[in-house]
Every structure is written in structure tokens, then in C-alpha cells.
């Protein structure tokens, strides 16, 4: 099954995505994600310039082989670009391989550990009545799990407000948006809204937040610890993730569970905060963290410490990402919980998939391999329309980050 056909799709149906599609010689494709948001050319050069060339003749199958023959064979080792990359590849690997065995990917990952995969919506609101409107509209949904983001009074475009639609896209064209940050009243607001949203919605649904790796560890522990009369599903990125040690005074401090990763690429980024135990939840993804393969091998890691699955699921992941991630949570042991942001109809239209949502949770199907393919005619009418993420700056204005 020798794969004699690679390339990459950039197409912007509402956002940039980039999709690694390769062929082989019996006719079958697979497809990859290969999205890194404000960076996607990167991606769509070294596989189309240095990965495709390498794939040509090599036997699909070799899964395995292919990703430490990609990984090793480098020698420029990690990062978001290459390991995006590497991830593109794998997930078209395990897609061509499902649909040569005519069965979805998961039945090839061991088949399912439980029926459906528990999701997160988003409910965003420019003040505490309209995160309180918003998580009431994820409800009636069905959401039996709500991330809660709200404006602060004294910052600037705060993270995670929305714009009134279930879309929420933080990536926008021209020089980045410059947003203001200011600890203090985040702080002090984050715990009411928390109080708030308990007074309404009672314990029966579970309740996130997203710190987007903004405050110090000392501050997350003081955020941690007021927040655990509202008792969250957890708190995510409470503080920047490059010291891994840091997140040692959070444990001390706080049993609000935390939520790490969706910014790793290996498991060499989350090995001493799985095996110290000090996170609850690790959110790599199929796109940044090299793929199916070895977002497995991390959770095989984090099953031994009890830490569990939330991959990352924003809508700057493709619904080609977002199968892969269900076939894993599907199958995986150890998962926790899935983040799904929906995509625009637009990019549904592109990405015809066979995952649904149903009562709060999602199932990727059972079409043959990923179930999710891409509409190239379609795609080519969404020409790539450069977008940066955002910038952040203290009240000083010293660069902080977003
Ligand atoms: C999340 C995330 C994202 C990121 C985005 C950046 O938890 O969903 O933090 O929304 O901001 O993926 O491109
Ligand atoms: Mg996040």
C-alpha cells in the first residue's frame, strides 16, 4: 500500500486551515489537520517541501515507522511547526488504514472504552448577565459542561469574550489586536461570576474556565482556592507551562483540578507535571502534539499518575482534528473530557464529517477510517486570508502573555 500522491489544502472557510491529504497507489486517501494558528504557511512549506518528497513510495501501513522516521530522521527535534506536521501525517496515516479495513479508526485503537465522549461548550459574555445567558442557551443544548469566560471591568479585551455567536475567533486580520491586562480585577471578578453561575445552574452541570496562562503561580493558587466552593471541572492553563515546576506551588495551594497542554507538541512537555502528579488533565491534540500516535503515548503516561484526557478542541482545530480527537476519546481509558467549540457552516460544508452531538456528548461514527473528508473544489474557493492571534500588554505596557 505504497502512498504515491501528497498534498496540502490552505483554505479559509470563515478561518485559515491547513489539510495534509495523501494517496496511494490502491486509490485510498487519508487526511491530516495541520492548522497552526497566525503560522500556518510554516506548516503547509515543510510538508509540502520537506515531508511530502519523503512520504513518496513508503508503505502506508508503517505508521509507527513513518513517525519516528520523521520525528528522529529530523534531527531538529519538536516544536509546533514540525510536530503539527508529524501529526498531519500520522492522522492521514490511521485514516487511510481504517478505510482500508473498512472500519472507523477507533475499532482500530481498541474499540470504544464508553458509549459517547463528554463535551464542552463555550459560554462567553461581555458581563457576569450575558456568561449567565449564554451558559442557559449551552443548557438547553443539552451541555452537561460549560467553560465560563466573561469581560472584566479594567480589561481590555479579556480573554474568551465572544462576539453574540457560538463561534468565537480570536485570530483577525492585519497587525495583531492589542489587548490589556490587568491581574488585580480578574482576580477579584473571576470568583463571583463562579458564585453566580452556581446560584443559577445549581451542581448538576459541570463548570470550567480557561486562565489562558496568564497569572503567576502564587496568583493561580490564589485563584484556585477561591474558586473551590464552586468546586470547577478545572482550571485551565492557570499559568504559563514552560516551567513545569511552577505548577508545584499551584498543588500546595489549591484541589481545584487543573487542566494543562493544549500548547504542548510532546510528551516531553508534560512529563514532570504527569509524573509529579501535579496536573489532573492534559489537553494535548492530535494536530500540535504529533498526532494519534503519540497522543497516545502520553496518555498511556498519564493513565499510571491518574491524570486524565481533555484534548483541545478550539474551532482553530479543523473537523479533521476534531475526528481524530473523538476516535481517541472514544477508545482511550483514561479520557476526561472533550472541548468542542463548533465550527462555522462554512467550514462544515468543507469538512463533510460523520461525528455528531447528542444530549452533551459526541460519537465520531462509523464511517471508515477518520470519517471526515474535505470538499477540494469547495476548499478552493476559500482562498487563505492571513490572520494573527492577538497580543497582550499590561496597564504599563509591558508584553505579557495572551
Ligand atoms: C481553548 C484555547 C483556544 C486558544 C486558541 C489559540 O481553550 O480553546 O485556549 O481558544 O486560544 O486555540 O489559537
Ligand atoms: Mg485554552
Same mark, same amino acid.
Given at each position: %500500500?505504497?502512498?504515491?500522491e ?28 495541520? /492548522? ?13 517541501? @520537506?515531508?511530502?518528497?519523503? !512520504? ?5 501501513r ?14 531538529? =527535534?519538536?516544536?509546533?511547526?514540525? %510536530? ?37 461548550? @463555550? ?6 448577565d450575558?456568561?449567565v ?7 438547553? %443544548? ?31 486580520k ?19 461570576? $463562579?458564585?453566580?453561575? +452556581? ?7 459541570? !463548570?470550567?474556565?480557561?486562565? @489562558?496562562?496568564?497569572?503567576?503561580p502564587i ?13 470547577? $471541572?478545572? !482550571? ?11 505548577f ?29 502528579e ?29 491524570? =486524565? ?7 482553530? !482545530?479543523?473537523?479533521?482534528? %476534531? ?9 482511550? @481509558? ?7 467549540? +463548533?465550527? /462555522?457552516?462554512? /467550514? ?9 452531538f ?29 490572520a494573527?492571534?492577538p497580543?497582550? =500588554? ?9
Open positions: %500500500m505504497r502512498i504515491v501528497g498534498k496540502v489544502i490552505v483554505c479559509s472557510p470563515g478561518r485559515n486551515f491547513v489539510t495534509l491529504k495523501l494517496v496511494t497507489e490502491d486509490g485510498l486517501h487519508g487526511i491530516g489537520d495541520a /492548522t497552526l494558528n497566525g503560522r500556518e504557511l510554516a506548516v503547509a512549506s515543510y510538508l509540502s517541501d @520537506h515531508v511530502i518528497p519523503l !512520504l513518496i513510495g513508503r508503505d502506508a508503517r505508521i509507527e515507522d513513518t513517525w519516528q522516521y520523521l520525528y528522529k530522521g529530523a534531527y531538529w =527535534r519538536r516544536g509546533p511547526v514540525t %510536530m503539527a506536521a508529524i501529526g498531519a501525517v500520522d492522522s492521514a496515516l490511521w485514516d487511510i488504514c481504517g478505510k482500508a479495513r473498512n472500519a472507523p479508526l477507533y475499532q482500530l485503537l481498541g474499540g470504544a472504552s464508553r458509549d459517547s465522549v463528554l463535551v464542552y461548550g @463555550h459560554a462567553n459574555g461581555e458581563s457576569e450575558d456568561t445567558k449564554a451558559a442557559a442557551k449551552y443548557v438547553d %443544548m443539552g451541555y452537561r459542561a460549560i467553560r465560563a469566560q466573561s469581560a472584566v471591568a479594567g480589561v481590555t479585551h479579556a480573554y474568551g469574550v465572544g462576539r453574540g455567536t457560538l463561534y468565537y475567533e480570536p485570530a483577525e492585519g497587525r495583531p489586536l492589542e489587548c490589556g491586562w490587568s491581574t488585580e480585577p480578574y482576580l477579584d471578578f473571576v470568583p463571583k461570576l $463562579f458564585e453566580r453561575l +452556581r446560584k443559577e445552574f445549581g451542581f448538576g452541570v459541570h !463548570l470550567l474556565h480557561d486562565v @489562558h496562562h496568564r497569572l503567576t496568583e493561580a493558587a490564589r485563584l484556585g482556592k477561591s474558586l473551590e466552593p464552586y468546586r470547577l $471541572f478545572w !482550571l485551565e492553563d492557570p499559568t504559563p507551562a514552560e516551567n513545569q515546576a511552577a508545584r506551588t499551584i498543588r500546595h495551594h489549591t484541589v481545584t483540578p487543573i487542566a494543562v497542554g493544549e500548547v504542548f507538541n510532546t510528551i516531553y512537555d508534560c512529563q514532570l507535571l504527569i509524573e509529579e501535579l496536573i489532573d488533565y492534559i489537553r494535548t491534540t492530535v494536530v500540535h502534539a504529533g498526532g494519534i500516535s503519540h497522543l497516545r503515548k502520553i496518555a498511556a503516561l498519564a493513565e499510571l499518575h491518574h491524570v =486524565r484526557t481533555g484534548a483541545h478542541g478550539a474551532t482553530d !482545530l479543523s473537523p479533521v482534528a %476534531m475526528a481524530g480527537a473523538l476516535h481517541f476519546d472514544l477508545s482511550v @481509558h483514561n479520557f476526561g473530557i472533550q472541548e468542542y467549540m +463548533r465550527h /462555522t457552516d462554512e /467550514t462544515d460544508r468543507v469538512f463533510p464529517h460523520a461525528y455528531a447528542a444530549d452533551g456528548a459526541m460519537h465520531p461514527g462509523e464511517a471508515p477510517g477518520l470519517g471526515v473528508d474535505i470538499d477540494e473544489e469547495l476548499a478552493a474557493k476559500y482562498p487563505y486570508d492571513p494573527y492571534l497580543v497582550n =500588554r499590561k496597564t504599563d505596557g509591558t508584553v505579557h502573555s495572551w
